[in-house]
């Protein structure tokens, strides 16, 4: 036959409440904290590289798969360079195109329709100037 739990005590169920009060500020806030990141993958067929972009600050990194000799491979991944790092607020979002050997993605502003290519070169990640 299971145990009955004990009724809480006035004690109990004060620090219970104070608890949980004090978590909800914490809770509501945890959304805020978490990065806000779009996944794309580069348009060329051969290629197994994917873009990623914070859609608030519009920075741009890229990773790709690799084969490792005696392994089973490892992640590369290109941080971001010249262009790529954080621009100005905005709504940013990737648009890959449809060109089959193009191995860049856009990176669109969709609130100011500024758009730049980005594309891996040198081990980084790295974009044109914005321009519409």
């Known amino acids: 036959m299971p145990k009955i739990a004990a009724p809480l005590t006035a004690l109990t169920r ?18 805020a904290f978490a990065g806000v990141f779009e996944f794309a993958p ?10 990623r972009i914070d859609r608030s600050t519009g920075e741009v990194g890229a990773c790709q798969f690799q084969l490792k ?21 905005g709504e940013y979002t990737l648009m890959p195109s449809r060109h089959e050997r193009e191995g860049g993605i856009f990176r669109v502003n969709m609130r100011t329709g500024e758009m730049s290519i980005c594309y891996v070169f040198d081990d980084k990640t790295v974009c044109t100037p914005q321009a519409k």
């Not at 219970?16 to 959304?31: F, I, K, N």
């Open 14 to 31: 004060r620090l219970l409440r104070r608890s949980c009060w004090s978590l909800l500020p914490l809770a509501l806030a945890a959304p």
């Open 42 to 51: 580069a348009p060329q067929t051969d290629l197994n590289r994917v873009y």
């Open 69 to 89: 000799e005696g392994g089973v491979g490892i992640t590369i991944c290109f941080p971001s360079g010249e262009g790529a790092g954080p621009q100005p607020a």
